[in-house]
């Protein structure tokens, strides 16, 4: 009898630590499914924000696309219009030339 009750009482410990064990353990992959879950969310968040990075360098490199070839077009004007003014300086030093010679 008296081993019939020891053997009840060992049990009933082993039940309670097992539960316990089951408890701790499923607390453990609580924590652990939680750490996971937040690591997505900043790694998602870090994805956004490199995406964000990567269009507004998009956006400058762009702009300066847009800024060299209006520079490029100034350029290119200022050049033609250095070339025909030197034509017509050309053109009137030809002609006073040719006036000058008649005489």
């Not at 964000?52 to 209006?70: I, S, W």
């Amino acid at each position: 009898r008296m081993l019939a009750k020891s053997q009840a009482k060992q049990e009933h410990r082993d039940g309670v630590r097992e539960q316990f064990q089951v408890m701790e353990e499923a607390k453990r992959r609580q924590l652990e499914r939680r750490d996971f879950e937040n690591e997505q969310r900043l790694l998602g968040y870090q994805l956004m924000k490199y995406g964000e990075q990567c269009a507004q360098q998009e956006q400058v490199a762009l702009r300066e696309r847009k800024l060299k070839k209006a520079l490029d077009d100034v350029r290119r004007r200022q050049e033609d219009e250095r070339e025909a003014i030197a034509a017509h300086i050309q053109s009137k030093d030809n002609r006073l030339n040719r006036m000058m010679s008649h005489r």
